[in-house]
């Protein structure tokens, strides 16, 4: 039984957050797992179907853990949870922005999951670093043979886990089912990582593409009409982005559906 002498509380707002965690990760992980074909459509990247399952009971399970966190309020569990959620969010991160060209940005939840992700590991990060003085709460100790063992199940998996994010095509190849490691859209920089725009080909009359530009696509009549923006209160909307493979690295300026190369 933990004793709770010194195991001190969390702060609120961590824990809000913590809160708003736990749906996200049990309705992401609900859906791929129970209703994948309605899911996979949805996802930011393309998922083959045993892979949609897999990454639901993952995602149902980490819902678990972070659900007993929140629950709990305090320093026990979170010594054990937080460090946890912080290296797998932070190595997504890594991942998904080496691998941007996987991802679908056509779809909303490719824009989710970059805010997801670029948000949880620096608040656990800052949550460790504030918490980092704070003794250990009085609890048994782990039975040493208990201890060894679980001591080696996370070398053995930390040492593959690591292997596979360096290798994934040599190691995956052992895998005890198919992985979809090749991607196969096109490559997108930080630009459209990092913006809503992302632009088809150069030309004068080349169109930017993203829900956020069909969106105001739709819109842009509303606010201003065409070829009188900046008259009669027009409205003018513009975003800085950029094609590494295409432009090398040159921005373009995405002004009311139009490109304009600087």
């Known amino acids: 039984m933990q004793s709770k002498i010194g195991n001190r509380p969390l702060a609120p707002l961590l824990r809000a957050l913590l809160w708003l965690t736990v749906p996200i990760l049990l309705g992401a992980g609900g859906a791929l797992f129970f209703f994948p074909d309605w899911a996979r459509p949805r996802w930011p990247w393309e998922l083959a179907p045993f892979n949609a399952a897999f990454l639901g009971a993952f995602y149902l399970s980490a819902g678990a853990g972070v659900a007993v966190l929140a629950f709990a309020g305090a320093w026990w569990p979170a010594r054990v949870i937080l460090p946890m959620i912080f290296v797998f969010t932070a190595t997504l991160l890594l991942f998904s922005l080496l691998e941007a060209r996987r991802f679908i940005f056509t779809r909303w939840a490719t824009y989710g999951w970059f805010l997801i992700y670029l948000g949880l590991p620096i ?44 290798f994934p095509t040599v190691i995956g190849a052992h895998w005890p089912w198919p992985l979809d490691y090749r991607g196969r859209h096109r490559p997108v920089g930080p630009g459209a990582v990092l913006g809503p725009w992302r632009t088809n080909g150069p030309g004068p009359g080349h169109q930017p593409n993203g829900p956020l530009c069909d969106l105001w696509r739709r ?44």
Request: glycine share 14%; hydrophobic share 45%.
């Open 219 to 262: 819109h842009r009549r509303r606010l201003a009409p065409r070829g009188r923006l900046g008259q009669r209160g027009g409205v003018a909307v513009a975003g800085l982005v950029c094609d590494p493979v295409r432009d090398g690295l040159r921005p373009h300026l995405v002004v009311v559906g139009r490109a304009r190369r600087f």
């Open 123 to 166: 608040i656990t990060g800052l949550a460790l670093w504030r918490c980092r003085d704070w003794p250990a709460p009085q609890a048994y100790p782990t039975p040493p043979g208990w201890r060894n063992w679980l001591l080696g199940v996370m070398a053995v998996m930390g040492l593959y886990g690591f292997v596979l994010f360096l």
